[in-house]
């Protein structure tokens, strides 16, 4: 639905260059929600920015619903009309609402429609359609300085859904919000995706959310995706850093000639009571350090960090029962124990 | 020395009203187009940008008094008379387009560009910018400006009946300044005094009332330090309130 290739952007200021994409290939399927993460710097609102050419890529092409839209770019910042067409049909939400505070709620819902040139009585009908749809049909007359942060971004939704849009991008549309907030608007995306088929890009820096709705993820560094994939293929990806940042599991060995195992679990076996068996098979007591689970996409996925007395050497045995059960198994360090970004890779062997 | 005060004061109320007219028409498209043609903005175009830059600045940078007389073979050509107040709106109006001019530049410049790229992002081309959001954001700003700019030029027609503009100012100087008529001279200062205020008052009245719609976002920072907090209890809710919609809200979503 959303395709990106080889997008670069290159900021230039006083003679100097500032890369800020480099070469960014991104494929965003039909009806997914995609979520991009990274630090600030990382270049993703510039990915997400130039997505509807509101920042013009240097070199590379983004194609929308099959529409090459770096083609239908104008002159200098200027778009042009085919441009103009097609980011009608491009829903965007922002971080700070970007409301107009001199309209009311209904009025600022009719905008894009007032664009797209619908009659006066047509708008007002979508507008308040709308407003149903986000929860806010009694607050069609308010203006926006009246209304809470999350009823802000539901009207910024209602407004970005108004040119029925196929994708909806969202610029860190949750980071202004608090936790609670933040969880209504991300099940009201969930909603809107399944409901509307409507296929969102969304650019985070917080983990959570790309947990709570994403079915796929990217992380982006210096300007550049290290790592992309559907959240289950990044979990089954030993050593994926996005994998270690999404469920996180921590915890140092008790003792010395412990072994400290990383398990993973996705598909299949995350329903199997695997380590209890694991328990009674072998006899060995089992101490979990730490643990990251979730229901990701309506599988189970996750990671747990186990502890098993005695040195790997001993533990081979049992930790071939976890492979045989499906699960990717990393042995962490035992004598350094570290951030599990550090895991000895034999495990994955 | 009734009509003479009456006559002086409906002078004084034309130059104004035709000046601050002309000042309007003149300096919101300039003021915009500064904005406009600035570098990274929708029109960028630097040419454009620095000689208006120049010009405006060579406007500001005259004293009123000496643009006035400057003016003088202006005046005639235009109005045919260098005298009176049709030809002091001439030299008003010139004095004043630049002086609005900056003022909106900056009311624009304020407008949040956030709000530029959703529009934008909606497929608005740079007239329904204009039109749709710049103006109608900047609009308590631009309210405020006017009222500055309408209140110098009640000053500035003062400054012009000294060199023969007619209005208010010209009576002080003949008759209060050169025939020591101190009554008339305190008369005419009164009025003066009486003109600026109200048209404060009024210029704040609207002001506040386009801020008031919007809450308390809408107002320019100034103004909302001068206002009451109490002036909007009734349009914010309280933090509770909020909070309880909000929960509505998310419950009706799920």
């Known amino acids: 639905m959303i395709t990106t290739t080889g997008l670069t952007k290159v900021y230039r200021s006083r003679g100097r260059e500032v890369t800020a994409l480099d070469g960014v290939d991104l494929h965003v399927r039909e009806g997914e929600v995609y979520g991009v993460v990274g630090q600030s710097g990382a270049g993703k609102s510039t990915l997400i920015r130039c997505v509807n050419l509101l920042e013009r890529p240097t070199s590379g092409t983004v194609t929308v619903a099959g529409q090459d839209l ?37 009025s600022n819902i009719e905008l894009p429609l007032e664009i797209l040139g619908l009659s006066g009585q047509e708008r007002r009908r979508k507008a308040l359609d709308l407003l149903d749809l986000v929860g806010l049909a009694d607050k069609a007359k308010a203006y926006p300085g009246q209304l809470s942060g999350g009823q802000k971004q539901r009207v910024g939704i209602a407004r970005a859904l108004a040119g029925d849009p196929k994708v909806l991008l969202s610029d860190e549309s949750t980071s202004a919000l608090d936790p609670e907030t933040t969880r209504s608007i991300l099940q009201l995306l969930r909603d809107l995706n399944q409901q509307l088929g409507l296929t969102v890009l969304l650019i985070t820096h917080e983990m959570d959310v790309v947990k709570t709705i994403c079915d796929s ?88 960090r186990i502890e098993l007395p005695g040195r790997f050497e001993e533990n081979v045995v049992p930790i071939g029962f976890l492979r045989e059960q499906g699960l990717q198994v990393d042995v962490a360090d035992v004598h350094t124990p570290a951030p599990a970004d550090a895991l000895l890779k034999e495990g994955a062997k | 020395m009734q009509p003479l005060l009456h006559d002086a004061c ?99 410049r304020e407008v949040d560009h956030g709000l530029v790229e959703a529009v934008q992002s909606m497929g608005g081309g740079t007239w329904t910018i204009v039109f749709k959001v710049l103006l109608p954001q900047a609009l308590p700003s631009l ?111 799920a």
């Open chain 1, 70 to 106: 770096t083609a239908l770019a104008g002159r200098g910042l200027r778009a042009g009309a085919a441009l103009r067409e097609a980011r009608s049909h491009i829903g965007m939400v922002f971080q700070h609402f970007n409301l107009l505070s001199s309209r009311t709620v209904q």
């Open chain 1, 217 to 304: 993820a990217a992380l982006m560094k210096g300007g550049r995706v290290v790592e992309s994939g559907t959240v289950a293929e990044l979990l089954a990806t030993p050593g994926s850093e996005l994998a270690a940042e999404l469920f996180p599991v921590g915890g140092e060995p008790s003792g010395p000639d412990r072994t400290v195992v990383d398990v993973t679990f996705h598909g299949e076996a995350a329903t199997q009571p695997v380590i209890s068996q694991l328990s009674r098979t072998y006899n060995v007591d089992i101490s979990i350090l730490g643990a990251a689970m979730d229901t990701v996409g309506g599988k189970q996925v996750g990671r747990m």
């Open chain 2, 10 to 108: 409906l002078d004084t109320l034309f130059m104004v009203w035709w000046s601050t007219l002309y000042a309007v028409l003149g300096g919101l498209p300039l003021g915009l187009l500064l904005v406009l043609t600035d570098r990274g903005a929708l029109l960028q175009n630097v040419v454009v940008n620095k000689v208006l830059g120049a010009v405006l600045n060579l406007g500001r940078s005259l004293p009123f008094i000496i643009l006035i007389v400057w003016l003088i073979p202006f005046s005639r050509a235009v109005v045919g008379t260098s005298i009176g107040p049709s030809a002091a709106v001439v030299a008003l109006a010139v004095g004043a387009v630049p002086f609005f001019a900056r003022l909106v530049e900056s009311s624009v």
């Open chain 2, 143 to 253: 309210i405020a400006g006017l009222t500055t700019t309408v209140i110098t030029l009640i000053g500035y027609s003062a400054m012009a009946g000294a060199v023969g503009g007619g209005g208010l100012g010209n009576l002080a100087i003949t008759y209060g300044y050169m025939r020591h008529e101190t009554g008339l001279m305190n008369i005419t200062i009164v009025l003066l005094i009486v003109i600026v205020t109200a048209v404060q008052l009024l210029g704040d009245l609207v002001v506040r009332r386009l801020a008031g719609r919007g809450g308390r976002q809408a107002a320019p920072v100034g103004l909302r330090r001068l206002l009451p907090a109490q002036r909007t209890p009734a349009t914010v809710p309280a933090p509770r309130a909020a909070a309880e919609a909000e929960a509505t809200t998310a419950g009706k979503a």
